[in-house]
């Protein structure tokens, strides 16, 4: 059999299988012949298919339980990701039962949620689940009635036989099913022929969620459990030089104080490890309030810190010591941009065409460092006895940091358990677990299972930040106001945020790019798409403006660029689709009836992105009223590919608007001598409700291409199009987030 893009062998699905979560096998549980699921509890029995390592389970009496791999926080992939399987398994989604798997490296190979790849990895592997567990039903019933597969349908769960009329549950079959071998070919469905993907479907914890059932990591209890919190330096640039816990010890329900080294020293650091205040104090006791007074009475000496040798991912990094500002942090990012970058990219002779111009415009674009600022502050159970260490755990990437814990406990990797609690938020900072490591060692420590708690103060002083950046953009144009180069030179503290392959690379005969970073002792790490957060605030505020020097309407002229990067494109490295890119902004275009006669007089801006494989673009509408923007309608047009649920989808193009909107207005974490000048949200604002936009239009291209992710790349568009929309709005260029303390 010739296999196409929808065909699978056996091997090829054993082979993928454990990318997808140890693909399909159907567990029967000793409880088979119970009720369904929600009368387990009358029964006074454990549920033990939480225990059990197949995907997904059947039970006589048809209970189907699918187990949704990746953590979940929101994006809703713990509906998305088993709409997969049910569409292959032609099961009715809606009686189905759906279960957060727990951490199993060996069922589960990439349980991370993160880069807007969960659908995009998950896409034919999960799909192969479903249907090679249909196909296996359909061979038990074929011998269980002496019919031909082919002579047999499935719907909803059951299988059918026209001729004979016999009809069963797939449960009726499942104790036969699994004893039956992996098919050796798999054709899954044709994307025309879905019946559920693309249909709108609730969130499958949404009842859970409005009942405020214990579903998060703070909601978690035990018997016996202990509260613990972490005593930090006040500032980055500082280590722990004594401390004094006489008072503390004595505090009511305080059960000990003693301090904790998160990474020794000579410890290898991996992807989403964190040296960020290495050596702490550990309080505990018996409740969170006990825990947060005595902390207050610790008498703590701390000491500036020297300049530090880190190895991540093999490569020797020197962190500076010392107390940063912010203040010094501009200037030196200014000082820096005077330099000559590094090269990322070249095309033709810009060098010559800038000296040829007969008008160069420049223009200088900064961010500041942004706190995550989840609304469930960072917290984890851990319970370490013997050997072995039991976790629930709000966590992005529990593979990541697994083998961390392994390594700083000196245990093997697979004593490390980890059940994953939904997260109130992530946005990349829960993709960094260093505070299991503690609460691990805690447990350790105290002899005892452990909640560690961070406040709120904690998580905005003691972050992990999104990096503080900048972008110069020239352009040069010659007598006839016609565009001939282009460069882009960008840094910041510590990394640049300069994707060089990017558009408007590929448009222009001759580009330039240069990139450079400045070393800090600030913890920075992921952030709701890395570095294209502010790549594409600058960039399209920058086209904007040239558009407007040149005459030229803004979606034409981007148009107009992205024509001819897919007609006749510079450079062999481009990384994106043309094509996809000019789909999102028509798509923009005709959804808000930009330039039709009924808008002309508002006030709108435009802007577009491509990151994580998708596309998005936006148009703003607002006005300014007593310098406050009010957003009256924002307009988007999404690119992802296929869209499993559009109702998820929705939702998250919808979340993106108004978090990108938020930041751009109000996010900002500034520093004085180290410390965050910032505390809590009475000091870092974020947006609020009556905030939010007035109407939010989410319109997704129609196509069939595979899913290429969701989560982050409608999010980083909303900068330029809120400066470019505020331009029109007040007459005023911003180059300086946030916009909001701007406009009074």
Not at 395 to 420: C, H, M, S, W, Y
Not at 719 to 739: S, V
């Amino acid at each position: 059999m010739k296999k196409t893009d929808n065909t699978y062998s056996r091997r090829s699905f054993l082979k993928v299988s454990s990318l997808s979560g140890g693909g399909f096998m159907l567990g029967i549980s000793w409880l088979a012949s119970a009720k369904p699921e929600e009368n387990l509890a009358a029964l006074n029995v454990e549920p033990i298919w939480q225990e059990l390592t197949s995907y997904i389970k059947i039970t006589p009496e048809n209970v189907i339980k699918i187990f949704s791999p990746n953590p979940e926080f929101g994006q809703n992939v713990m509906t998305s990701m088993p709409m997969l399987i049910a569409e292959e398994l032609d099961v009715d989604f809606k009686s189905i039962v759906v279960e957060q798997a727990s951490y199993n490296p060996a069922l589960f190979n990439r349980q991370f949620t993160g880069g807007s790849q969960s659908i995009r990895s998950a896409w034919k592997l999960l799909r192969t689940a479903g249907a090679s567990a249909r196909q296996m039903i359909l061979t038990a019933a074929s011998q269980a009635w002496n019919v031909p597969v082919s002579e047999l349908t499935t719907s909803k769960g059951q299988v059918k036989h026209a001729a004979s009329g016999k009809s069963g549950t797939y449960g009726s079959f499942a104790t036969a099913a699994s004893k039956l071998p992996v098919p050796k070919d798999i054709v899954l469905k044709a994307n025309k022929g879905f019946r559920l993907l693309g249909t709108p479907q609730k969130n499958v914890e949404g009842p859970k969620i409005v009942h405020g059932q214990p579903l998060f990591g703070m909601d978690y209890k035990e018997a016996g459990m202990l509260i613990a919190m972490t005593e930090r330096p006040p500032a980055f640039g500082m280590r722990l030089k004594s401390f004094d816990a006489t008072v503390a010890k004595k505090m009511p329900g305080i059960v000990d104080v003693f301090t904790i080294q998160v990474y020794e020293p000579t410890q290898k650091l991996a992807m989403f490890d964190t040296r960020s205040f290495n050596e702490v104090i550990a309080v505990v006791g018996k409740t969170t309030w006990d825990v947060m007074n005595a902390r207050k009475k610790l008498n703590v000496l701390w000491e500036n810190a020297p300049d530090t040798k880190e190895i991540m991912n093999n490569r020797e990094t020197i962190v500076p010591g010392g107390l940063e500002s912010t203040t010094k942090h501009y200037a030196d990012m200014l000082a820096m941009d005077k330099k000559p970058g590094q090269i990322q990219r070249k095309d033709g002779e810009p060098e010559k065409a800038f000296e040829a111009a007969k008008h160069v415009i420049e223009r200088t674009y900064t961010a500041p460092f942004l706190a995550h600022n989840i609304m469930e502050p960072t917290n984890t159970f851990a319970h370490f006895q013997g050997n072995k260490v039991r976790f629930v755990a709000p966590i992005q990437g529990p593979d990541f940091i697994a083998n961390t814990i392994a390594t700083r406990l000196g245990i093997p990797k697979e004593n490390v358990e980890i059940n994953l609690a939904r997260m109130g938020g992530g946005f990349g900072r829960r993709a960094y677990g260093h505070y299991m490591v503690e609460a691990a060692l805690i447990s350790k420590q105290a002899n005892a299972p452990i909640k560690l708690v961070y406040s709120r103060e904690d998580d905005v002083s003691g972050g992990i930040y999104r990096p503080t950046y900048q972008l110069t953009y020239r352009a040069a144009f010659d007598e006839n106001k016609r565009l001939t180069a282009m460069h882009i030179k960008g840094g910041g503290i510590p990394e640049s945020p300069l994707h060089a392959n990017r558009f408007p690379a590929g448009a222009l005969d001759n580009y330039l790019a240069e990139s450079w970073s400045i070393p800090s002792n600030i913890t920075v790490g992921a952030f709701r798409a890395p570095r294209s957060n502010f790549n594409a605030a600058a960039e399209q505020s920058f086209l904007d403006e040239i558009s407007e020097y040149m005459g030229k309407d803004p979606i034409a002229f981007r148009l107009e660029l992205l024509q001819r990067a897919k007609a006749n494109p510079v450079g062999k490295n481009n990384d994106y689709d043309a094509s996809r890119y000019m789909g999102v902004l028509e798509l923009v275009r005709d959804k808000s009836g930009w330039g039709k006669p009924e808008n002309t007089g508002k006030k709108r801006g435009v802007s577009a992105y491509f990151c994580h494989n998708s596309y998005a673009a936006q148009v703003i509408d607002l006005h300014v009223k007593d310098g406050q923007v009010i957003v009256d309608r924002v307009t988007s047009a999404v690119d992802c590919g296929v869209v499993v649920n559009p109702e998820g989808a929705k939702n998250m193009a919808e979340g993106a608007a108004i978090d990108g909107i938020g930041n751009a207005l109000f996010g900002n974490l500034t520093f004085t001598d180290g410390r965050t000048d910032q505390k809590n949200f009475d000091t870092y604002r974020m947006i609020r409700h009556n905030e939010a936009p007035k109407k939010i239009d989410v319109h997704f291209v129609a196509n069939e291409t595979d899913p290429t992710g969701l989560g982050e790349p409608p999010f980083p568009p909303i900068f330029g199009a809120m400066a470019n929309a505020i331009y029109q709005a007040t007459g005023k260029r911003l180059y300086k987030q946030p916009f909001g303390n701007q406009l009074s």
